[in-house]
């Protein structure tokens, strides 16, 4: 299975500024999430580019909502513009491909 070049790099845009991110291997997109998490904390809003996706995320003011994807809270709400349901951002990061390995780096 080949990897596609638009799952490799995470672009978080906030509104002091963008920054591409390696967004390769499960840990690669555990240091995204943590970003995203700093960034949304102050602004409460981050653009979010991975996997040929744009997602807007949002900390959800009050108790969270179960996600639909992984029934986990959702602490940071990720949601498109296309009015799907907003899923979390564990589930945006999760690896496309659990066959990458790490000497694919
Ligand atoms: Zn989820």
């Given at each position: 299975?080949?990897?596609?070049?638009?799952?490799?790099?995470?672009?978080?845009q906030?509104?002091?500024g963008?920054?591409?991110?390696?967004?390769?291997?499960p840990?690669?997109?555990?240091?995204?999430?943590?970003?995203?998490?700093?960034?949304?904390?102050?602004?409460?809003?981050?653009?979010?580019?991975?996997?040929?996706?744009?997602?807007?995320?949002?900390?959800?003011?009050g108790?969270?909502?179960?996600?639909?994807?992984?029934?986990?809270?959702?602490?940071?709400?990720c949601?498109?513009?296309?009015?799907?349901?907003?899923?979390?951002?564990?589930?945006?990061?999760?690896?496309?491909?659990?066959?990458?390995?790490?000497?694919?780096?």
């Open positions: 299975m080949a990897l596609s070049h638009v799952s490799e790099f995470a672009h978080v906030c509104s002091s963008g920054l591409i991110l390696p967004a390769h291997s840990y690669d997109r555990q240091v995204v999430r943590q970003h995203v998490q700093q960034l949304v904390g102050p602004i409460g809003s981050v653009q979010l580019g991975v996997d040929g996706k744009q997602w807007t995320v949002t900390r959800p003011a108790r969270p909502r179960s996600c639909t994807e992984c029934a986990q809270p959702q602490l940071l709400r949601s498109r513009a296309d009015g799907r349901t907003p899923i979390c951002i564990a589930c945006v990061l999760a690896a496309p491909n659990e066959n990458v390995s790490w000497e694919d780096q």
